[in-house]
């Protein structure tokens, strides 16, 4: 006797045995039991999710003799006949192979004659956006005004290519991927029912593999099973049988990474190469990894939102502190941007090590966020008191447009004495506390933003009261939204418990921005005598 592959052994012949999709089957079951039966639906959603199957349950439904809460018995006539393909009443076609007018045109002479036995005809057209232009147009007016014994099932995974004139005439019912715990307990299920002995991890790696599509999982779990037929699956002979990566891979890759050890990496890739791994796995694998680490440094739920063991997650709250937020982001587009490449490339080895040569040399690639990460680095060497190369600050903050006013200046302009003034000591105490972190308080901000305020001054402006100085027109629009204000002073009473106000304002054409403030105390006691400050 032949081998029936699990995909179509356990194929769903009922609406209870359908597995993520309940929102669909139970409006379908309602719809059944009250009589309330449209004449076209379209379903759509991703492949593998269950529109073909459900599509022929609803059939079986319509036409069954004894039907049980909206749901096909599998045991009158007509249900037999259905399931074993032989009934005239229910058609599919395949819409990739028949998508000329003329097949369309069969359909519409054939829906002229009642069935011979059971209540509906069924339509079941697969992949209906295939249809030509004139096969849309020749199913129109049967969809619109189709005879009351006539369901017609439309089912595709892209509708954005249906045309709304189709839209408009059916009901339509859109499929959600499934989730990985939903697929995993289902292989579980099928597994103990095939005496098939396999490791939960690999389960559950099988159902992330699928990306949402039973279909997938199924066919994955037969390939595996079929590889090690008789013994224990484990999670590793999944990874082996997929061509897959362990976790611990991409962790020590990314700590190279992050250490610009473009060599380990070379040798990281190597050593997948030599082992078979699948290379466009790997890069959808290494965006998946970058991502949990996004999640866990951004959102506030994080650990409930990642499917990981408590070890796994430990090692990954120890790199989503080795790493901001914003050169996460920069990871992940260069290798999303890959994974787009790498689909068709014939030499996808040497596109990875463009990608990770990118990673680990940011100064090869000379865009903004390349270049945010370049000035972090520096900023970072120049909190640990390492020397930085001043010239090469200044030629990166020329590419960004602030004219290096914040890092250096220029050769060309005259060294000036700087001024004193006198602020009341309050004022005073406000200016330092925020001037000596100013440097730390705009690398907090949003890395749209931060930019902006790299070559700012700040000064007193009253009472609880700081005003930001820009030299750069560009920069002081973006900083001197009410929105970026509040979210500095919103900072600042967090981090300080201290209510400040700014303001800000451009800097005058040759004003100095050297000014010494000193407080009515400190210069009263330097001379010895009464100051008077004047409004």
Same mark, same amino acid.
């Given at each position: 006797?032949s081998?029936?592959?699990?995909?179509?052994?356990?194929?769903?012949?009922?609406?209870?045995?359908?597995?993520?999709?309940?929102?669909?089957?139970q409006?379908?079951?309602?719809?059944?039991?009250?009589?309330?039966?449209?004449h076209a639906?379209? /379903?759509c959603?991703?492949?593998?999710?269950?529109?073909?199957?459900?599509?022929?349950? /609803?059939?079986?439904?319509?036409?069954?003799?004894?039907?049980?809460?909206?749901?096909p018995?599998?045991?009158c006539?007509a249900?037999?006949?259905?399931?074993?393909?032989?009934?005239? &009443?229910v058609?599919e076609?395949d *819409?990739?192979?028949?998508?000329?007018?003329?097949?369309i045109r069969?359909?519409?002479?054939?829906?002229?004659? !009642? !069935?011979?036995?059971g209540?509906? @005809?069924?339509?079941?057209?697969?992949?209906?956006?295939?249809?030509?232009?004139?096969?849309?147009n020749?199913?129109?007016?049967?969809?619109?005004e189709?005879?009351?014994y006539?369901?017609?099932?439309?089912?595709t995974?892209?509708?954005?290519?249906?045309?709304?004139?189709?839209?408009? @005439?059916?009901?339509?019912y859109?499929f959600?991927r499934?989730?990985?715990?939903?697929?995993?307990?289902?292989? @579980?299920?099928?597994?103990?029912?095939?005496?098939?002995?396999? %490791?939960?991890k690999?389960?559950?790696?099988?159902?992330?593999?699928?990306?949402?599509?039973m279909?997938?999982?199924?066919?994955?779990?037969?390939?595996?099973?079929?590889?090690?037929y008789?013994?224990?699956?484990?999670?590793?002979?999944?990874?082996?049988?997929?061509?897959?990566v362990?976790?611990?891979? /991409?962790?020590?890759?990314l700590?190279?990474?992050?250490?610009?050890d473009?060599?380990?990496?070379?040798?990281?890739?190597?050593?997948?190469?030599?082992?078979?791994?699948?290379?466009?796995?790997f890069?959808?694998?290494?965006?998946w990894?970058?991502?949990?680490?996004?999640?866990?440094?951004?959102?506030d739920?994080?650990?409930?939102?990642?499917?990981?063991?408590?070890?796994n997650?430990?090692?990954?709250?120890e790199?989503?502190?080795?790493?901001?937020g914003?050169?996460?982001?920069?990871?992940?587009?260069?290798?999303?941007?890959l994974?787009?490449?790498?689909r068709?490339?014939?030499?996808k080895?040497v596109?990875?090590?463009?990608?990770l040569?990118?990673?680990?040399?940011?100064?090869?690639?000379?865009n903004?966020?390349?270049?945010?990460?370049?000035l972090?680095?520096?900023?970072? @060497?120049?909190?640990?008191?390492?020397?930085? &190369?001043? %010239?090469m600050?200044?030629?990166?903050?020329?590419?960004?447009?602030?004219?290096?006013?914040?890092?250096?200046?220029?050769?060309?302009? !005259?060294?000036?004495?700087?001024?004193?003034v006198?602020?009341?000591?309050?004022?005073? %105490?406000?200016? &330092?506390?925020?001037r000596?972190d100013?440097g730390?308080?705009?690398?907090?901000?949003?890395?749209?933003?931060?930019?902006? /305020?790299?070559?700012?001054?700040?000064?007193?402006?009253?009472?609880?009261?700081?005003?930001?100085?820009f030299?750069?027109?560009d920069?002081?629009?973006?900083?001197s939204?009410p929105?970026?204000?509040?979210?500095l002073?919103?900072?600042?009473?967090?981090?300080?418990? $201290?209510t400040m106000?700014?303001?800000?304002?451009?800097?005058? *054409?040759?004003e100095?921005?050297n000014?010494i403030?000193?407080?009515?105390? %400190?210069? $009263?006691?330097a001379?010895?005598?009464?100051?008077t400050?004047?409004?």
């Amino acid at each position: 006797m032949s081998y029936t592959a699990l995909y179509r052994k356990w194929r769903p012949v009922e609406f209870d045995d359908v597995k993520g999709q309940d929102h669909i089957v139970q409006t379908l079951k309602n719809q059944i039991t009250s009589g309330r039966i449209g004449h076209a639906y379209l /379903f759509c959603g991703t492949r593998g999710t269950g529109k073909t199957t459900i599509a022929k349950i /609803f059939a079986k439904a319509v036409n069954c003799e004894h039907p049980v809460n909206g749901s096909p018995c599998n045991e009158c006539a007509a249900c037999k006949a259905i399931a074993s393909g032989s009934s005239m &009443n229910v058609v599919e076609i395949d *819409a990739a192979s028949n998508n000329g007018v003329e097949n369309i045109r069969e359909i519409r002479e054939q829906v002229q004659y !009642p !069935p011979t036995e059971g209540a509906y @005809r069924v339509y079941i057209i697969d992949e209906v956006h295939m249809l030509s232009t004139g096969a849309f147009n020749a199913l129109l007016k049967t969809l619109e005004e189709p005879p009351s014994y006539v369901i017609f099932i439309l089912a595709t995974t892209e509708v954005h290519k249906i045309p709304v004139t189709v839209l408009s @005439r059916c009901q339509r019912y859109d499929f959600r991927r499934i989730t990985i715990d939903t697929i995993a307990a289902r292989l @579980r299920e099928l597994a103990d029912a095939e005496e098939i002995r396999v %490791e939960e991890k690999a389960l559950r790696y099988v159902a992330k593999a699928a990306d949402g599509s039973m279909r997938d999982a199924l066919s994955l779990l037969d390939q595996c099973v079929a590889f090690h037929y008789g013994s224990l699956l484990t999670y590793d002979n999944v990874l082996e049988v997929l061509g897959a990566v362990d976790s611990g891979v /991409f962790s020590e890759l990314l700590r190279a990474v992050l250490a610009k050890d473009t060599t380990a990496c070379m040798k990281k890739l190597e050593e997948m190469v030599i082992q078979g791994r699948e290379l466009g796995q790997f890069v959808t694998d290494f965006i998946w990894y970058l991502r949990n680490l996004l999640i866990l440094k951004t959102a506030d739920d994080a650990e409930n939102m990642l499917d990981m063991s408590e070890d796994n997650l430990k090692l990954l709250r120890e790199e989503a502190e080795m790493i901001s937020g914003e050169t996460l982001m920069r990871f992940i587009r260069i290798f999303s941007e890959l994974a787009n490449q790498i689909r068709y490339a014939s030499q996808k080895r040497v596109l990875i090590e463009l990608a990770l040569i990118k990673l680990t040399k940011p100064q090869m690639e000379p865009n903004l966020d390349s270049i945010l990460q370049r000035l972090d680095e520096l900023e970072d @060497r120049m909190d640990e008191g390492v020397p930085v &190369n001043a %010239e090469m600050m200044q030629q990166m903050a020329v590419r960004m447009g602030t004219q290096g006013a914040a890092i250096t200046t220029t050769a060309a302009e !005259p060294v000036q004495a700087p001024q004193q003034v006198v602020i009341p000591r309050a004022q005073l %105490e406000d200016l &330092n506390l925020i001037r000596q972190d100013w440097g730390k308080i705009i690398r907090e901000q949003g890395g749209s933003i931060r930019p902006s /305020f790299r070559d700012t001054v700040l000064e007193p402006s009253g009472d609880s009261c700081l005003c930001i100085v820009f030299s750069n027109s560009d920069n002081y629009a973006i900083g001197s939204r009410p929105t970026v204000l509040g979210a500095l002073e919103k900072y600042v009473e967090e981090q300080y418990g $201290k209510t400040m106000y700014f303001k800000a304002r451009m800097r005058n *054409a040759g004003e100095r921005l050297n000014t010494i403030y000193v407080s009515d105390e %400190e210069l $009263k006691n330097a001379i010895h005598m009464d100051i008077t400050i004047e409004d």
